[in-house]
């Protein structure tokens, strides 16, 4: 069964640094998403991405983040300058189509910001 | 936007025993889904169910969407079965497809 991936599964990072967060959606699906979790609360939405644009995002997705497909495949999420509440879970997601399809979750990426 | 409260927040089972969560929501749906995120952090999908009724071994879920609310049943629970419970949303009156999150309902099963 076709599955979203994602690399790396641990980043540990310093504060003010780069990092780039890597996802391979399923071959078929054309709209991407970001996810995060602090620990111990709800997953939440940052930024939907279509047609290789940005077709939604929260308010927690500032300037500071930014995503790409780079190929055919990838799907990355960016955060330019990281900070130690940027620390959480991250989950890329699929889905088939937009509005009222399922979405099919990554394992997700465990960043760490000291 | 949409609002999803879950209940109850926390519950606790000896294995065996049956259990139903709740994911209320405050306005109509085009999407909602049950995930259980084990011990590791990674969420699994559990169902795609924006109406009607779906089971999947000792695993089955209702959602009554003119009433806004969705069931999740687990039967003859086991240890592997803890860990928290989460109904995300999409919301029909939003013009995107984001999912809303409820806060989650943690689960322990005892042995």
């Known amino acids: 069964e076709p599955e979203v991936t994602q690399t790396p599964s641990h980043q540990v990072t310093q504060m003010g640094q780069e990092v780039i967060l890597r996802c391979v959606p399923i071959?078929?699906?054309?709209?991407f998403y970001w996810y995060r979790q602090i620990l111990g609360q709800k997953v939440e939405f940052l930024v939907s991405?279509?047609?290789?644009?940005?077709?939604?995002k929260s308010e927690i997705f500032d300037d500071q983040f930014s995503v790409e497909r780079p190929d055919g495949s990838n799907f990355t999420l960016k955060i330019r300058s990281t900070k130690l509440e940027d620390s959480a879970m991250y989950f890329c997601?699929?889905?088939?189509?937009?509005?009222?399809?399922?979405?099919?979750f990554g394992p997700g990426t465990r960043l760490t910001v000291t | 936007g949409i609002q999803v409260e879950q209940s109850p927040p926390d519950l606790i089972l000896q294995e065996g025993a049956n259990s139903t969560l709740r994911c209320n929501f405050s306005?109509?749906?085009?999407?909602l889904q049950w995930f259980h995120q084990n011990p590791w952090g990674q969420l699994i999908n559990l169902f795609y169910?924006?109406?009607g009724t779906k089971q999947n071994g000792r695993l089955s879920a209702t959602t009554v969407a003119t009433e806004r609310y969705s069931l999740l049943y687990i039967s003859s629970s086991q240890t592997t079965d803890s860990g928290v419970y989460f109904c995300?949303?999409?919301?029909?009156?939003?013009?995107?497809?984001?999912?809303?999150f409820g806060e989650g309902t943690q689960l322990t099963v005892n042995p």
């Open positions: 306005d109509s749906v085009n999407n």
């Open positions: 997601a699929s889905s088939p189509a937009g509005a009222a399809y399922e979405q099919y």
């Open positions: 071959s078929n699906h054309l709209y």
């Open positions: 991405f279509y047609n290789n644009e940005i077709s939604e």
């Open positions: 995300a949303v999409e919301g029909s009156e939003t013009s995107g497809s984001r999912l809303t």
């Open positions: 169910i924006p109406s």
